[in-house]
């Protein structure tokens, strides 16, 4: 294998439209150790991207000591990216690593037990509880956890308490790909399938860097691009990426407008007459206002609005209208941006009118970012029904209350569940007094930290944190509880394409950690949840008990895993929901026949205003959308909320690395993860950077109206007039760990913008404005990768 720091897709093994994907196992072990130093090979999946890469874990005297990729596996076929090899083992075998739980005494975090952290927490619990109710519980959780942990909080938020304030960091990375599916097809789920990508003779990427965010999967992308019959390429990002590199066609379009794009993309199928009539007609609802809204959006009038070139629009709408196999992949450029929910349905959308879904390479992956991303959705840890059930359907309500065997009432569904955002403004003023954060690190991830340090450091809040490292939030924790991670427990997980895949225990967790899962079933039998029959609302006795009770929850839903078992998941490769009895072998994709589930006792949600967030309600809903058909939606393009100005004259977006994952929990302390990429920088083009008298490697101030960071610069290839920072780099290892003080700041989210879009709720990262002025020189180039899109500039950007 080569290093795969330097080459981070590793050897090309091309392969041509149609065929199979060739196997490629890699593999790293612990220096100094071969095969024959293995004591056993663990099964497992990769949790540091959502693409869920099947591997084993090899274990020696205890300890994680490597990883290779399954080769069995449908989704990598032995592959592991940088991350993988080297971040989820290596960041794991640490000596921070939490091994004792921590309560607050005097001002400080000092180590106890497990009964008098736990006895501290139900006694809070119970005496808010008492006093104040339910709406004084809030939880924020993660992408990371797997499926049998959500689906148990799920249970214990809902049918335990009855508090509607719970939802995860899945709201910073992927509420927009729920959102965009359930008014499109009336319910989460991807239609698509990862083969689309061995099939297709287009790829459509929007707002999507696979090749640093899903590393493996962009691996796929390359083996065909450099196999017989290629497919065209179309990359929409402002930064000159991999993919954009690649790219027949790059739309570097300003951050926030790419709604403006998506409706001159959609506007240029009807004026050409590429859109499938038949299937418009038959499967879909509403084209007509859709046709309305784009009208006015011409090549030229996209041009100006998003600072592309109008002759590239058409190429690009000439190859989505005019190909037969057009796979299309959305992620944070969209999800994170202004108009998130209205321009990923504007993509779903350019499917639908081709009648390009359910057929091979017709793919549409709405990506997660995170690993577990997915079951957090289908579990309700973001706060939705399990199931995908709908909040606003009586019925719905009630199925879940029969199979809970609890009152329906206790069942919050009076209004819409609480999202993260606005969790942290009900803590802010006051009304949430206990909120339980597990395996996030929102004092580094969410957007205006200065605002968010304030709200974990307040007075009224009882925080309680658990995770496998102390973070920045952790700091401010009341109780910190150390859990397992990764390899030291067992539970399934679903990737972006729906393949379900279960992680065996490969070692006993450090010191006295715990899992996830034993700690809310821990806290549930503490605080005596029962049904109405008086017995244990969660009588789990281990992770199996969690997903067979997760599949009666599932049957019937879209995401009916009633056909899975920990069993049937052992020994091959994952397999895709929906598997029931009648589908043993699972479903590669989604919607084959042009049915949809909107019919309204079945779907998810009733849909949106898309651009108010107002929920439409069951009787317009009837009235709108026909059962079995998909939705239409559109809306018309408005600047965002932020535009530069003469103090702010930069736009300001944040991303991903290919060498982190989230906040480093894990991969900044693995040690060839970390030298890869070790401390911030901000990426800025070559003349926006000799207006600021900057070169490269010059520390420089970047000021918002919420903050300042102080950092390197890389000149890069980045469109002129954008800013880009790395999300990933907190406080915890500067010299002093520091996250409350005054600065010098270095975490991106300082400068972000506490804005959401209004249907998904997702935070807007990548809309805000900036100023840029040198500090001093630097003594050489900043660290920031040569090998991904932060390499020094080319000149290759316009
Ligand atoms: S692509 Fe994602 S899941 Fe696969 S090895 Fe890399 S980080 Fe892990």
């Known amino acids: 294998m080569t290093d795969r720091i330097a080459d981070i897709w590793g050897e090309r093994t091309p392969h041509g439209s149609g065929q199979a994907w060739p196997e490629r196992v890699d593999q790293v072990l612990a220096e100094g150790l071969t095969d024959g130093d293995v004591d056993r090979w663990v099964q497992s999946a990769c949790v540091l991207c959502s693409n869920g890469c099947g591997c084993d874990i090899a274990v020696k005297d205890g300890k994680l000591v490597g990883i290779r990729g399954r080769a069995q596996d449908r989704v990598n076929r032995g592959r592991l990216g940088p991350k993988g090899l080297y971040g989820s083992w290596q960041g794991e075998e640490h000596p921070d690593r939490l091994t004792r739980p921590l309560i607050r005494v005097d001002g400080r975090l000092v180590e106890t037990d497990w009964d008098t952290a736990m006895g501290r927490i139900v006694e809070r619990s119970k005496e808010l509880l008492a006093s104040k109710g339910p709406l004084s519980?809030?939880?924020?959780?993660?992408g990371q956890l797997f499926l049998e942990e959500y689906y148990a909080l799920g249970m214990l938020g809902k049918a335990g308490i009855g508090t509607p304030h719970m939802d995860g960091n899945t709201r910073l990375c992927t509420a927009?790909?729920?959102?965009?599916?359930?008014?499109?097809?009336?319910?989460d789920g991807q239609p698509g399938s990862y083969t689309d990508i061995d099939e297709c003779s287009a790829i459509f990427l929007y707002g999507h860097n696979m090749a640093e965010t899903q590393t493996v999967l962009w691996s796929r992308v390359l083996d065909r691009l450099d196999g017989p019959n290629p497919p065209r390429l179309v990359c929409i990002d402002p930064r000159d990426t991999e993919v954009a590199r690649r790219a027949d066609v790059h739309l570097p379009v300003h951050p926030g407008?790419?709604?403006?794009?998506?409706?001159?993309?959609?506007?240029?199928?009807?004026?050409?007459?590429?859109?499938?009539?038949?299937?418009i007609a038959e499967h879909t609802a509403n084209v007509d206002q859709l046709r309305?809204?784009?009208?006015?959006?011409?090549?030229?009038?996209?041009?100006?609005?998003?600072?592309?070139?109008?002759?590239?629009?058409?190429?690009?709408?000439?190859?989505?209208?005019?190909?037969?196999?057009?796979?299309s992949t959305v992620l944070q450029g969209f999800y994170q941006s202004a108009h998130a929910t209205a321009s990923a349905c504007q993509v779903d959308n350019l499917h639908l009118l081709r009648g390009m879904l359910g057929r091979p390479g017709c793919g549409l992956l709405q990506m997660n970012g995170q690993p577990t991303a997915q079951n957090n959705r289908e579990c309700g840890a973001d706060g939705d029904l399990p199931g995908f059930r709908n909040w606003e359907n009586p019925q719905h309500v009630q199925d879940l209350a029969r199979l809970w065997n609890v009152d329906p009432g206790i069942i919050p569904d009076w209004a819409p569940p609480t999202h993260a955002l606005q969790i942290f403004r009900y803590v802010?003023?006051?009304?949430?007094?206990?909120?339980?954060?597990?395996?996030?690190?929102?004092?580094?991830?969410?957007?205006?930290?200065?605002?968010?340090?304030?709200i974990l450091d307040q007075d009224s809040l009882f925080l309680v944190v658990q995770d496998i490292y102390l973070?920045?939030?952790a700091q401010y924790a009341d109780v910190v509880l150390p859990c397992a991670a990764w390899g030291e427990k067992t539970g399934t997980f679903t990737n972006a394409d729906r393949t379900v895949h279960l992680s065996e225990k490969a070692v006993d967790p450090p010191g006295e950690a715990r899992s996830d899962l034993d700690v809310f079933l821990e806290y549930a039998r503490w605080m005596g949840f029962t049904d109405k029959d008086g017995r244990p609302l969660l009588d789990w006795s281990g992770p199996e008990d969690g997903f067979e009770a997760w599949k009666e929850c599932s049957r019937g839903r879209p995401c009916d895993y009633t056909g899975l078992s920990y069993n049937k998941l052992r020994g091959g490769s994952g397999i895709q929901w929906p598997c029931t009895e009648g589908l043993p072998d699972g479903t590669e994709r989604l919607y084959t026949d042009g049915g949809f589930p909107t019919a309204p006792e079945y779907c998810e949600s009733f849909g949106h205003d898309l651009l108010t967030g107002a929920t439409t309600g069951e009787?317009?809903?009837?009235?709108?959308v026909q059962p079995g058909k998909a939705w239409l939606k559109a809306l018309d393009y408005t600047p965002p909320h932020e535009e530069p100005d003469a103090d702010y004259p930069l736009r300001y977006t944040t991303g991903r690395t290919a060498y982190h994952f989230h906040t480093r929990t894990k991969t900044g302390r693995s040690r060839r993860l970390n030298d890869a990429a070790p401390e911030p920088w901000i990426e800025m083009s070559v003349e926006d950077a000799a207006r600021a008298g900057c070169q490269e490697g010059d520390i420089a101030r970047v000021t918002s109206r919420r903050g300042s960071l102080e950092v390197p610069v890389r000149v890069g290839d980045i469109r002129p007039g954008t800013v880009f920072a790395p999300f990933h780099y907190g406080y915890w290892d500067t010299s002093d760990g520091d996250t409350s003080d005054g600065g010098p700041h270095r975490a991106a989210n300082e400068l972000t913008i506490t804005e959401w879009d209004p249907v998904s709720k997702q935070p807007l990262f990548k809309n805000a404005a900036v100023r840029v002025e040198k500090l001093r020189s630097g003594d050489g180039p900043s660290k920031a990768p040569d090998t991904t899109a932060s390499r020094r500039a080319t000149g290759a950007q316009r």
């Open 292 to 327: 309305s809204v784009v009208e006015p959006w011409t090549p030229e009038k996209v041009a100006e609005t998003c600072g592309v070139q109008a002759a590239d629009v058409r190429r690009a709408a000439e190859i989505f209208g005019t190909e037969d196999r057009v796979l």
């Open 257 to 279: 407008t790419n709604l403006a794009l998506m409706n001159g993309l959609v506007r240029e199928l009807f004026a050409n007459g590429w859109i499938d009539e038949d299937y």
């Open 176 to 187: 927009t790909a729920a959102a965009a599916l359930k008014e499109s097809f009336g319910a």
């Open 471 to 473: 973070t920045e939030t």
């Open 137 to 142: 519980h809030g939880f924020y959780t993660s």
């Open 619 to 624: 009787t317009e809903y009837k009235a709108t």
């Open 428 to 454: 802010e003023q006051g009304s949430i007094e206990l909120l339980w954060i597990s395996a996030t690190n929102p004092a580094v991830s969410m957007p205006q930290l200065e605002r968010i340090r304030h």
